[in-house]
């Protein structure tokens, strides 16, 4: 795994968003004052549960995959 990973993952609702950012490791949940530190690798998933739920995916720019 690289030394600096990179990559966010903002979830689009209709009543706000929740953002996950892996760069600086730490999670903001819209909780007050909760916070996830980990030394483990991480990998992002996203459960689309409802119809017409949108995802907006940033990897940052050494992406392996071209989309």
């Given at each position: 795994m690289p030394?600096?990973?990179?990559?966010?993952?903002?979830?689009?609702e209709k009543k706000g968003d929740i953002?996950?950012?892996?760069?600086?490791?730490r999670m903001p949940l819209d909780t007050a004052n909760?916070?996830?530190?980990?030394?483990?690798?991480?990998f992002p998933?996203?459960?689309?549960a409802k119809p017409?739920?949108?995802i907006e995916v940033n990897f940052g720019p050494d992406?392996?995959?071209k989309f």
């Amino acid at each position: 795994m690289p030394e600096n990973p990179y990559f966010e993952v903002k979830i689009v609702e209709k009543k706000g968003d929740i953002s996950i950012g892996l760069a600086n490791k730490r999670m903001p949940l819209d909780t007050a004052n909760l916070f996830v530190n980990s030394a483990v690798y991480l990998f992002p998933c996203v459960s689309l549960a409802k119809p017409g739920t949108k995802i907006e995916v940033n990897f940052g720019p050494d992406f392996k995959y071209k989309f």
